[in-house]
T-cell receptor
Framework: QQQVKQSPQSLIVQKGGISIINCAYENTAFDYFPWYQQFPGKGPALLIAIRPDVSEKKEGRFTISFNKSAKQFSLHIMDSQPGDSATYFCAAVYVSHYKLSFGAGTTVTVRA | EAQVTQNPRYLITVTGKKLTVTCSQNMNHEYMSWYRQDPGLGLRQIYYSMNVEVTDKGDVPEGYKVSRKEKRNFPLILESPSPNQTSLYFC??????????????FGQGTRLTVV
């Protein structure tokens, strides 16, 4: 059973638009929430991550919003570019056990 | 260059023929793990290792074996592969348990087909 639920499965956005991916978790022991980006033929790579003591983290055009009480977090890609076309995975980590659980992934296609 | 190297990248095999996928990292990381990626299911952890000679089951360990005799290497062994093990496999490494930097570094992947 998937411990992290991710939606949508795929999305298409126009260049310059905003992409939003949502994730939800159940286990309150998770204490680190990374997002990974994967291009075709490559392994996933860390994009941005947040700890549950903050509600938002921004790095360039990528922002994580975190709602601890709702046990939800989301990735916003602002001013989406064709180079952002990739599969994005949210994850939740139980740091002391290094238990890392991934969502099912979202394929983002940015149309020029 | 810091990296995780998997071999082979592509493999087609027949049911029941033992195979090994190798994984090596050059970052002196303590923690290594194996995942399989299937459409609609994301990445699921097969086995992980906290350090040399310490391994444990992940979420989907059935049909797989691992060993960690050296810090840098973490091979994945399929003793008797079956078609339901056809998948994309990733090895990953991280600095270690409890470390502030919990980033996982992934290899390029191994696409395995069992016929």
């Amino acid at each position: 059973q998937q411990q992290v639920k991710q939606s949508p499965q795929s999305l298409i956005v126009q260049k310059g638009g905003i992409s939003i991916i949502n994730c939800a978790y159940e286990n309150t022991a998770f204490d680190y929430f990374p997002w990974y980006q994967q291009f075709p033929g490559k392994g996933p790579a860390l994009l941005i991550a947040i700890r549950p003591d903050v509600s938002e983290k921004k790095e360039g055009r990528f922002t994580i919003s975190f709602n601890k009480s709702a046990k939800q977090f989301s990735l916003h890609i602002m001013d989406s570019q064709p180079g952002d076309s990739a599969t994005y995975f949210c994850a939740a980590v139980y740091v002391s056990h290094y238990k890392l659980s991934f969502g099912a992934g979202t394929t983002v296609t940015v149309r020029a | 260059e810091a990296q995780v190297t998997q071999n082979p990248r592509y493999l087609i095999t027949v049911t029941g023929k033992k195979l090994t996928v190798t994984c090596s990292q050059n970052m002196n990381h303590e923690y290594m793990s194996w995942y399989r990626q299937d459409p609609g299911l994301g990445l699921r952890q097969i086995y992980y290792s906290m350090n040399v000679e310490v391994t444990d089951k992940g979420d989907v360990p059935e049909g797989y074996k691992v060993s960690r005799k050296e810090k840098r290497n973490f091979p994945l062994i399929l003793e008797s592969p079956s078609p339901n093990q056809t998948s994309l496999y990733f090895c990953a490494s991280s600095p270690g348990q409890g470390k502030m930097n919990t980033e996982a570094f992934f290899g390029q992947g191994t696409r395995l087909t069992v016929v």
